[in-house]
């Protein structure tokens, strides 16, 4: 009796499994079928899509849609400009709002806490609200259409988000160590570049990342502050191709697949990170 | 020299550790926002550089267009379909995954890869899917007979809005699912085994324990949620620009048209400043009774 009521717990444990895991993949593959759609779909013709559907397999994966994406939207400049626009606002970006955090975490001073609600209230300001006098201010700056009008504004809206993460760890940091440091005679800025900063790298990991892939899929500023070749982003550039090519999916689809491949690549190499930083920041949208 | 060394710690190096980021912040930020209430007052069109108070002109014109009450329901829409499918989703993939699963990390990866990728991207993949005649959803109905069943997802006025949402959702999913697991992961084990012991069964110990324990992981969800729908705007312009007619306008496009595509600046602003106001009014409504059921208990 005993026995039996052992195995049929265990049978039910398995079935309990068996379901979990049926669920899951269920729904993975429903999460997944837009990118697969979007893959196979990169690698057909427009006769292919047109008579064979979405569910056929591509005859052949060749190159020929992505060459073309490539080509007739000049794809290799738009790219290099979402570099030259992302390295440098991340890197700026992080380094000044670091710079920040240490005197919200490390040293007491009066204001202190009034300059951090400040930042907080950053993370809740919808972008929009801005948009126009930046459009106006930029302008005013002779910046419009240059790669300094994108990295100023993502660096400035980059702010909230780094100083809120940044403070948070520094605070965390004992601070028996700096008191050691200060002894010895020690500058504020030492004991931030030589102790805070290293003990950091952990967290400006998670935020390089973070940032690298919200400056890289930001459409809203590149619509606005751009207008031609020049400083345009990768993702200005896609929207562009999707309005001139509107039964081309295949065209489109290669396009997407193009702009997507630099985040999927941070993405993959770097998961941990991401799933910490969400965590971190909470709050961010 | 010691005294002196003491205000430069105290005082200086605050200021010259925080002066870069506040400048740049408070500048592009809050300067903006300032000026952009300022400008909302004005006749000011974006051709020229002068412009003329007018007083609450722009304000008065917006609560009587019929555009701005379609766009706002359209938010509002946005929002509580969000507060469901997404909070839910995100809970019910959180549990699923938290039960030490083989290839746990493959399957939050699975989940979470929609929210690398831009809106832009994710427009086109989405109005793929959505296609009338050749898209995924509709070659599938029909593939397996129900055809009929085909709609055009995202060109029918009724069910426009509903179709954005649902791709917003596929988007925000792994973001919640990500939140709720590390609530998950933050509640003791001891005390869903207390409750075990107590004689509660996987579902009771989970809605008893568990799930008031997400309490503040909830209330950053649901904050997240909110802000996210008021300020919806890449999706909407990519896959529809608002239509068809105004039938998926949203408040942030609204603005986005009337500024650049009508050159009626100073109206733009004067609706950002509207939709920045809805957005502060939730969120300190939300926020003030949440903070108050916590005083409570």
């Known amino acids: ?285 | 020299m010691n005294r002196l060394g003491n205000i430069a710690d105290r005082v200086i190096s605050p200021i010259l550790f925080l002066l870069p980021s506040l400048l740049v912040y408070l500048v592009f930020t809050f300067g903006t926002l300032i000026y952009s209430f300022i400008l909302s007052f004005t006749d000011w069109d974006g051709l020229t550089k002068n412009f003329n108070f007018i007083g609450f002109a722009n304000y008065i014109k917006l609560f009587k267009d019929a555009t701005f009450y379609n766009a706002l329901k359209n938010n509002m829409i946005w929002a509580v379909i969000s507060l469901i499918i997404p909070m839910f989703l995100g809970l019910y993939l959180a549990v699923l995954v938290d039960r030490k699963i083989r290839g746990e990390n493959i399957f939050k990866s699975i989940f979470y890869l929609p929210q690398t990728l831009s809106f832009v991207v994710v427009g086109v993949i989405w109005s793929w899917v959505y296609e009338p005649t050749k898209g995924i959803i509709n070659s599938t109905l029909s593939a397996i007979g129900l055809g009929s069943l085909a709609q055009h997802w995202i060109g029918n006025t009724k069910l426009t809005i509903y179709s954005l949402v649902l791709t917003g959702a596929w988007q925000i999913t792994g973001y919640t699912m990500v939140l709720y697991l590390a609530g998950l992961r933050s509640i003791s084990q001891d005390i869903i085994e207390a409750s075990r012991i107590d004689g509660a069964n996987n579902w009771q110990s989970f809605w008893h324990v568990v799930y008031p324990m997400l309490r503040n992981v909830r209330t950053v969800v649901i904050a997240t949620i909110i802000i996210n729908s008021f300020k919806v705007f890449d999706l909407v312009y990519t896959m529809t620009s608002g239509g068809p007619g105004e039938a998926s306008n949203v408040l942030a496009l609204f603005m986005y048209k009337e500024a650049f595509w009508k050159f009626k600046m100073s109206y733009g602003t004067a609706i950002s400043v509207i939709q920045f106001l809805i957005i502060l009014i939730v969120m300190v409504v939300y926020l003030s009774r949440t903070i108050k059921q916590e005083g409570e208990i």
């Open chain 1, 1 to 285: 009796m005993d026995g039996q009521g052992i195995n049929k717990n265990k049978i039910n444990k398995t079935i309990g499994r068996i379901v979990l895991y049926l669920t899951l993949i269920i729904l993975a593959v429903g999460f997944l079928i837009p990118i697969y759609g979007s893959i196979v779909t990169s690698f057909k013709s427009v006769q292919e899509i047109l008579t064979k559907g979405f569910w056929s397999f591509p005859k052949h994966f060749g190159l020929e849609n992505y060459i073309e994406a490539w080509q007739l939207k000049n794809f290799g400049r738009y790219i290099l400009n979402s570099f030259i626009i992302t390295i440098p606002s991340v890197i700026i970006a992080i380094l000044i709002a670091s710079l920040a955090a240490y005197p919200l975490s490390r040293i007491k001073f009066k204001g202190q806490n009034i300059i951090f609600f400040l930042f907080v209230a950053g993370l809740f300001l919808p972008p929009q609200i801005n948009l126009l006098p930046l459009y106006k201010f930029i302008n005013m700056l002779g910046l419009y259409d240059t790669y300094w009008a994108l990295i100023i504004v993502h660096v400035a809206f980059g702010q909230p988000i780094c100083v809120f993460i940044l403070r948070n760890f520094f605070i965390n940091i004992p601070f028996e160590i700096q008191e050691a440091a200060k002894m010895d005679g020690c500058s504020n800025f030492r004991i931030y570049s030589k102790i805070i900063m290293p003990l950091a790298k952990p967290v400006i990991a998670v935020l390089l990342i973070f940032q690298f892939t919200w400056i890289w899929n930001d459409f809203l500023w590149g619509l606005i502050l751009t207008q031609s070749e020049s400083a345009r982003p990768i993702t200005v550039a896609l929207f562009n191709l999707q309005g001139m090519y509107t039964i081309e999916w295949n065209i489109q689809t290669a396009g997407a697949n193009i702009t997507a491949i630099p985040t999927i690549i941070v993405f993959l190499l770097f998961q941990r990170y991401f799933i910490k930083g969400i965590t971190l920041g909470a709050v961010k949208g």
